[in-house]
């Protein structure tokens, strides 16, 4: 068992895996970066992209995986270990390899509501990993399951390498050179030796070893139309910035300012800093820096997010509204964004702005409906506001999102009392008492009262 812990760890892909005490970081401007760098690999890949999402998991391993479903999830210590974009986008086209071919069905029943969501401009999110080992006794059975999981990795190292050979394609079809690719499982090959695991047994992994995989894919990565094809700049320049306010989102304020230290004056160390001081408690400071980014670009959309948050959060709603309205607006009515302009709406405590917080929060959920935070800020001012069968209604999308069917039932049941029969929220409500009752009904052991 120890051997297998540590040859997955080596691995570092994971195609699958639990998703429990995970939390997903979501940022406009990074899952902006994401849709962009991985289209022409999805395109590529025979699928639709509207229908693939590129979500960041907020953990610090390096790693990446596919739980069912379109949605690949890219863990944040990948995005900090990688140098590039083009790396990351041989990573994701090695998961739409797993997608592409159907590798993973049905595994995802029960992964949403297991994972967490955290917005990335709202509040610092906390994630876990919780790894153990199983007991080693039973030694009568210890033959059959030495025999099964022998028959299980040697399935995972097939899919595993039919995933890589079918990522150099898309890179190939696509125009994304297939250099990053390449350059990243070298990575991991170096974490194999930093790990002590060079002479471990490559039939007791999950995952064909790194070296491995580099030789299989090397002469058609090389070879391939698109291994000299010029690296996009500005998918560059937009990398090094999110790598940035990912430091600065995630790490120790420490860390981050020993890596961008106050005499960089560069847009990402004022980035990063930005976060990092904010986090720390100084909001002077962090208004400096969020002022030295908009002195850089005065109507860049995500400049003008992280100003509008640090007023905001430094309890000064009224001034973030002209920074972040035109964020909003800039930013094509980003959802993520736009819930942000929401909370601060209603955070003035104006009778007077919670009619737009009500437009703008509508249309961002009608947009991007997996968004709690949204939700609840559409709940907060329905309730202000006197509309009391939409608070009810927004309590149970936000419940639904997160696993909790009984007072998703509840809530969708009351909503249904006062809202106008076979209206159009009347008739969601619906679908979320009967879908939040099918689940109580099918799980009694967790619903039964206490």
């Given at each position: 068992?120890?051997?297998?812990?540590?040859?997955?760890?080596?691995?570092l892909?994971l195609?699958?895996?639990?998703a429990?005490?995970q939390?997903?970081l979501?940022?406009?401007?990074?899952e902006?970066?994401?849709?962009?760098?991985?289209?022409?690999?999805?395109?590529?890949?025979?699928?639709?992209p509207a229908?693939?999402?590129?979500?960041m998991?907020?953990?610090?391993s390096i790693n990446?995986?596919?739980?069912?479903?379109?949605?690949?999830?890219?863990?944040s210590?990948?995005?900090?270990?990688?140098?590039?974009a083009?790396?990351?986008?041989?990573?994701?086209?090695?998961?739409?390899?797993?997608?592409?071919?159907?590798?993973?069905?049905?595994?995802?029943?029960?992964t949403?509501p297991?994972?967490?969501?955290t917005?990335?401009?709202m509040?610092?999110?906390?994630?876990?990993?919780?790894?153990?080992?199983?007991?080693?006794?039973?030694a009568?059975?210890?033959?059959?399951?030495?025999?099964?999981?022998?028959?299980?990795?040697?399935?995972?190292?097939v899919?595993?390498?039919?995933?890589?050979a079918a990522g150099a394609k898309?890179?190939?079809?696509?125009?994304?050179s297939?250099?990053?690719m390449?350059?990243f499982?070298r990575?991991?090959?170096?974490?194999?030796?930093a790990?002590?695991?060079k002479?471990?047994d490559?039939?007791?992994?999950?995952?064909?070893?790194?070296?491995?995989?580099?030789?299989?894919?090397?002469?058609?990565?090389?070879?391939?139309?698109?291994?000299?094809?010029k690296?996009?700049?500005a998918?560059e320049?937009?990398?090094?910035?999110?790598?940035?306010k990912?430091?600065?989102?995630v790490?120790?304020?420490?860390?981050?300012?020993?890596?961008?230290?106050e005499e960089?004056?560069?847009?990402y160390?004022?980035?990063a800093?930005?976060?990092?001081w904010?986090?720390?408690?100084?909001?002077?400071?962090a208004d400096a820096?969020?002022a030295?980014?908009?002195?850089?670009?005065p109507?860049?959309?995500?400049?003008?997010e992280?100003?509008g948050?640090?007023?905001l959060?430094?309890?000064?709603?009224?001034?973030?509204l002209?920074?972040?309205?035109?964020?909003?607006?800039?930013?094509?009515?980003?959802?993520?964004?736009?819930?942000t302009?929401?909370?601060?709406l209603?955070a003035?405590?104006?009778?007077?702005n919670?009619?737009e917080?009500?437009?703008?929060?509508?249309?961002?959920?009608?947009?991007?409906?997996?968004?709690?935070?949204?939700?609840?800020?559409?709940?907060?001012?329905?309730?202000?506001?006197?509309d009391?069968?939409?608070?009810?209604?927004?309590?149970?999308?936000?419940?639904?999102?997160?696993?909790d069917?009984?007072?998703?039932?509840?809530?969708?049941r009351g909503?249904?009392?006062?809202?106008?029969?076979?209206?159009?929220?009347?008739?969601?409500?619906q679908?979320?008492a009967m879908?939040?009752?099918?689940?109580?009904?099918?799980?009694?052991?967790?619903?039964?009262k206490q």
């Open positions: 068992m120890k051997k297998l812990v540590a040859g997955i760890a080596a691995s892909l195609w699958a895996q639990p429990a005490a939390s997903i979501r940022d406009a401007e990074t902006a970066m994401f849709n962009d760098m991985s289209r022409p690999m999805i395109i590529a890949a025979g699928l639709s229908n693939v999402r590129v979500v998991i907020n953990d610090d990446a995986f596919v739980a069912g479903g379109q949605t690949v999830y890219v863990h210590g990948l995005l900090q270990a990688a140098d590039n083009n790396e990351v986008q041989g990573v994701i086209a090695h998961e739409l390899g797993h997608i592409a071919d159907g590798h993973v069905v049905l595994q995802d029943q029960g949403r297991a994972i967490g969501i917005l990335l401009s509040v610092v999110g906390i994630a876990a990993a919780v790894a153990g080992a199983g007991d080693a006794g039973m009568l059975m210890g033959l059959g399951q030495s025999a099964a999981m022998g028959k299980f990795l040697a399935f995972t190292r899919q595993e390498s039919t995933a890589d898309y890179l190939n079809a696509s125009g994304v297939g250099r990053g390449l350059s499982f990575k991991l090959q170096n974490q194999e030796y790990y002590g695991l002479n471990i490559p039939f007791a992994q999950s995952h064909p070893l790194s070296g491995q995989r580099i030789e299989n894919l090397k002469n058609d990565l090389m070879s391939g139309a698109s291994w000299n094809a690296p996009d700049l998918l320049e937009r990398f090094k910035r999110v790598k940035a990912l430091r600065g989102y790490a120790d304020p420490k860390t981050t300012l020993n890596i961008y230290p960089d004056h560069s847009v160390a004022h980035y800093r930005a976060y990092a904010h986090k720390a408690g100084y909001p002077d400071k820096e969020a030295a980014l908009i002195k850089a670009d109507h860049d959309p995500y400049f003008l992280i100003q948050q640090i007023l959060e430094a309890g000064k709603p009224v001034d973030a002209v920074p972040l309205r035109e964020a909003t607006v800039r930013s094509n009515n980003s959802p993520l964004i736009a819930t302009f929401g909370h601060a209603i003035t405590e104006d009778k007077a919670y009619p917080a009500v437009r703008v929060l509508r249309q961002a959920v009608n947009r991007d409906q997996e968004n709690p935070f949204a939700w609840y800020q559409l709940g907060t001012v329905y309730e202000r506001t006197g009391e069968p939409r608070a009810l209604l927004a309590t149970a999308e936000r419940a639904s999102q997160n696993g069917s009984r007072t998703a039932a509840y809530s969708a909503a249904m009392a006062g809202l106008p029969p076979n209206s159009r929220d009347w008739v969601r409500a679908d979320i879908t939040a009752q099918n689940d109580m009904d099918d799980n009694p052991k967790k619903y039964r």
